[in-house]
């Protein structure tokens, strides 16, 4: 109201503007903290990732963050990712855990898929529950959203796993007002998501509002590609297989949504920085995950997928 | 942006999914690539329109059932408003996720099929969205096209909700009847022609004008500590920071507080949010509080505003609705979390269920079955800082947590 920003003015006083997103995904890391033993960031070095450790910064300031960070590495993530992910680490003094997807491949506990559209996608999941663990953390902090998918759409905030990993999406807790059960068993533990009701343009305004530095991948750039099924795939990294046929063209492209390069598409973009990054969200008349291989698999790859214990 | 959640609620083939469908439809919200899969999954299944429900039923069960089993979060927003929909079951074996898709709702849609009118289930709708105390309730005529649009079977469901209205024990909720056809998409977001009777505003119009205050914000200030922030660095080497989110009026530098449930005086020093000091938090912000004086402050405590501290007790006087298979019977135990604050509690009196279709009470049952809602009596085993859940919704709240399963059982609204 015009008057208490009349008497703020007077009275020389700061308020703080309320952000309900924002305000909300603090609580959860500061309740995440206060009720679990060992917590863990799960860090992708994407951009839901990265707004998650501002936020972590934002709940516990001027403490550390109080928990370390944990990256799944598929071995096909793109290079600008590991080098930001590396540096971001480092800046925040936060210790950074990577485990490699390569090292179960080699040891044969997972086997790889092949053919066209071979992935190392859903092989993280064992690598992850592997780590877990090793570590033995009780609740890993994702940054998943409820818009990005259907069955994420069903996702609690503190949400229990088995000794598996499954998700038991037809017994989940209730969660009534901002009261968060952590409570759990011996060999369980909690996957946290603190922004699930943000939208895609919630995280990139944000991003843009905090001026947040993300992988350069996020921004338009030319880029060795070429197409299938209707998609632009990166054809600047080995890792992706291509048939002889698929000719690769340079285009100017970003890319929306990072996993690692076999399982997602590039976008045509000349959305060169953020500002214009959000204004191409804002406008789109596709959703984020369109640009997700790894979602085309079938009507329910998703909760499929979440049930066997993928992030 | 500012954001209101809307809980929706509706019986078996009231098509709430339609609605909920078609308002992302008729509002540019759904995308090409959702729109395709949607036309793509209607054409497989014989249908001649848009299964909009497909949008929304995410679990492999519920798409094969043809029905909603949890509660969904569906997110569209309109140059003036985000909003958040909490897509709640109707059956009534999942009246737990109505109550907790409705939570922290600012308002509230309830459907009604008018060739059925007023049936079992809205009796329970209602009944709830007046436990919870919505503040504002849409009833949502339903499937207007398929009664002619007769503006006589909108006056008689209106007459039946209003009736109910009078029952209630809760007055301060604006109700507000708008018939409509979902599937046509008649007064969703634009007006309708077959309904010139109606002179209201169309659905997301009406939801567009509503206020979106926090369910706390007219309450008396409460400031729960989550955790309490030490860094030890040679910065900030005497930093004690008490970390939580302010609810119901503001907090600024200098003003006099008392910290329950020691009861200790002190001021306000410094209010921190990340890197920032500010001189006054609103409600709804999560910050960090110093303390003038070095007092003892931990997970659970309170900051008060001086004369207006909340009830300390040992017991509680509540409502339950229930929400495990296991039924709550008296003498049981289980763990009460109120707030950020956790302690123990005993069942020491079941003393009613409440029927959900205003028919009234049985009194002294043997126990309270799933989905049930009731009147007990707690025993805390250490004191609790509450309000009336009439007067401070998150303050007047607590959950029950089976220490067996670990599973939250109950939630309960404060006398």
């Known amino acids: ?311 | 942006m500012k954001v209101l959640k809307i809980a929706t609620a509706g019986s078996v083939d009231d098509g709430k999914s339609t609605l909920i469908g078609r308002i992302l439809y008729d509002t540019k919200s759904l995308t090409d690539d959702k729109l395709e899969a949607i036309e793509e999954k209607s054409k497989q299944r014989g249908f001649d329109y848009l299964d909009f429900s497909l949008a929304t039923d995410g679990l492999v069960a519920e798409r094969e059932q043809g029905i909603t089993i949890d509660v969904a979060h569906i997110y569209f927003s309109t140059p003036s408003k985000s909003f958040i929909i909490a897509d709640t079951p109707g059956h009534i074996e999942y009246t737990r996720n109505m109550v907790t898709g409705a939570s922290t709702a600012q308002a509230s849609i309830v459907l009604i099929d008018a060739r059925n009118g007023v049936v079992e289930q809205t009796y329970r709708h209602f009944f709830i969205n007046n436990l919870l105390r919505i503040k504002d309730v849409v009833i949502a005529i339903n499937k207007m096209d398929l009664v002619d649009y007769s503006e006589e079977k909108y006056n008689i469901i209106k007459g039946e909700i209003e009736y109910l209205a009078s029952k209630s024990e809760y007055k301060g909720q604006n109700l507000t009847f708008i018939p409509l056809s979902a599937l046509k998409g008649d007064n969703v977001v634009d007006p309708s022609e077959n309904m010139s009777w109606y002179k209201g505003s169309t659905l997301l119009h009406h939801l567009e004008n509503l206020e979106t205050q926090h369910i706390n914000d007219a309450s008396q200030t409460r400031f729960p500590v989550q955790t309490v922030i030490r860094p030890k660095t040679n910065e900030y080497h005497d930093f004690r920071g008490y970390a939580g989110k302010v609810y119901g009026g503001d907090l600024e530098i200098g003003e006099e507080i008392t910290v329950l449930p020691s009861k200790t005086r002190s001021k306000i020093k410094s209010i921190h949010f990340f890197d920032k000091e500010y001189t006054k938090a609103k409600s709804g912000s999560s910050v960090t509080i110093t303390l003038e004086d070095n007092v003892n402050v931990s997970r659970g405590d309170m900051l008060v505003k001086v004369a207006q501290e909340p009830t300390i007790t040992k017991q509680l006087d509540a409502t339950i609705c229930w929400m495990d298979k296991d039924p709550l019977q008296a003498s049981q135990k289980y763990y009460i979390k109120h707030g950020v604050n956790d302690g123990q509690a005993k069942v020491t009196y079941l003393s009613s269920i409440i029927k959900t279709d205003f028919s009234g009470i049985e009194e002294n049952p043997s126990a309270l079955e799933l989905n049930q809602i009731g009147d007990i009596q707690l025993k805390l085993s250490k004191p609790l800082l509450v309000d009336p859940y009439k007067e401070n919704k998150s303050n007047g709240s607590f959950i029950l947590i089976n220490p067996k399963t670990n599973n939250t059982v109950g939630v309960g609204f404060i006398k």
């Open chain 1, 1 to 311: 109201m015009w008057f208490t920003y009349i008497k703020d003015m007077i009275m020389n006083q700061k308020t703080i503007q309320v952000d309900a997103l924002e305000s909300e995904a603090i609580y959860i890391f500061r309740e995440v903290q206060a009720q679990f033993e060992k917590p863990v960031l799960l860090f992708s070095g994407g951009k839901d990732s990265i707004t998650l450790v501002r936020l972590a910064q934002k709940a516990f300031y001027p403490a550390k963050i109080p928990f370390p960070l944990l990256h799944i590495d598929t071995g096909h993530n793109f290079p600008e990712t590991i080098e930001f992910r590396d540096r971001l680490a480092k800046e925040l003094g936060v210790e950074l855990i990577v485990r490699n997807v390569q090292d179960n491949i080699d040891s044969g506990r997972v086997k790889e898929e092949s053919g066209r559209y071979a992935s190392r996608n859903m092989l993280q999941t064992e690598t992850l529950l592997d780590a877990i663990e090793e570590f033995g953390f009780d609740a890993c902090i994702g940054g998943a959203r409820r818009d990005e998918e259907k069955a994420r759409a069903k996702e609690r905030i503190f949400s229990v796993r088995d000794d598996f990993g499954q998700w038991d999406e037809k017994n989940q807790r209730p969660e009534v007002f901002d009261m968060l059960n952590g409570r759990i068993d011996l060999g369980q533990n909690v996957r946290v998501f603190p922004i699930s009701n943000w939208t895609e343009l919630d995280v990139w305004s944000y991003i843009k509002q905090e001026n947040i530095e993300i992988p350069s991948i996020y921004f338009a750039h030319k880029r060795k590609t070429f197409v299938r099924d209707g998609m632009i795939w990166s054809a600047a990294d080995e890792v992706v297989y291509r048939d002889e046929e698929e000719e690769v063209v340079e285009r100017m492209v970003r890319f929306r949504t990072v996993g690692d390069m076999s399982c997602t598409a590039a976008v045509l973009s000349e959305a060169v920085d953020i500002t214009k990054v959000v204004e191409e969200i804002r406008d789109s008349t596709i959703s984020e995950r369109g640009a997700r291989i790894d979602d085309k698999r079938s009507e329910a790859a998703m909760e499929k997928r979440k049930q066997q214990g993928y992030f």
